[in-house]
């Protein structure tokens, strides 16, 4: 069974903070991770790709990758109320091309 | 904005009704994708169209039907469909299928459905 796991929250943090969200996968033959952003009642907006372990960062955003621990996290800096949203996590098991899998999602709540 | 084009964004239909909902993407992506997410649930796949093939989610009902008239156009057609069905339905696409490296998915702006 392949899986994706994320906390579901909610994640409050006041503005300004750092926002961290996590993942875990049950594939570790996985190659290609995603960070999508949601907000209530609009669709899926990428947000960040990994592909290879360590660190991306990408304005303030960081993707980081741990194949052998099978995690992949993101962290937001200086978290805005606009960064309020649910936050899936996508991994893109090997194989047929239905085996994107998501997470159920965190919602993060950023107070002013 | 998305270069992932759905219409309409929001659809009323009773269940003796049959409707379209249109996707297509300009950006020469190869594969297409329909979801559907009900609300505070992740996406769910329900068809993929690429290299001409469509591959469909057995558990699917047959009266969601997906049609795809040319490499950057895909529909989704809608008949007898029960109340259960109302969710966003989101079109996808990507540069090549999933199980390709490298390959996110680019959303359409997604159908709000209400079956009454």
């Known amino acids: 069974q392949k899986e994706v796991e994320q906390n579901s929250g909610p994640l409050s943090v006041p503005e300004g903070a750092i926002a961290s969200l996590n993942c875990t996968y049950s594939?570790?033959?996985?190659?290609?991770f995603f960070w999508y952003r949601q907000y209530s009642g609009k669709s899926p907006e990428l947000i960040m790709s990994?592909?290879?372990?360590g660190d991306k960062e990408d304005g303030r955003f960081t993707a980081q990758l741990n194949k052998a621990s099978q995690y992949v996290s993101l962290l937001i800096r200086d978290s805005q109320p606009s960064d309020s949203a649910t936050y899936l996590c996508?991994?893109?098991?090997?194989?047929?091309?239905?085996?994107?899998?998501f997470g159920s999602g965190t919602q993060l709540t950023v107070l002013p | 904005d998305t270069e992932v084009t759905q219409t309409p964004k929001h659809l009323v239909m009773g269940m003796t009704n049959k409707k379209s909902l249109k996707c297509e993407q300009h950006?020469?992506?190869?594969?297409m994708y329909w979801y559907k997410q009900k609300a505070k649930k992740p996406p769910e796949l329900m068809f993929v169209?690429?290299?001409?093939?469509?591959?469909i989610n057995e558990s699917v009902p047959s009266r969601f039907s997906p049609e795809c008239p040319n490499s950057s156009l895909l529909n989704l057609h809608l008949h007898a469909l029960q109340p259960e069905d109302s969710a966003l339905y989101l079109c996808?696409?990507?540069?090549?299928?999933?199980?390709?490296?490298?390959?996110?998915?680019?959303f359409g702006n997604g159908t709000r459905l209400t079956v009454t």
């Open positions: 169209y690429s290299y001409e093939k469509l591959s």
């Open positions: 996808a696409s990507s540069q090549n299928p999933l199980g390709s490296y490298n390959s996110p998915l680019h």
């Open positions: 990994i592909y290879s372990n």
């Open positions: 996508a991994v893109n098991f090997p194989g047929s091309a239905r085996q994107l899998t």
């Open positions: 950006m020469g992506h190869r594969a």
């Open positions: 594939d570790r033959g996985s190659q290609s």
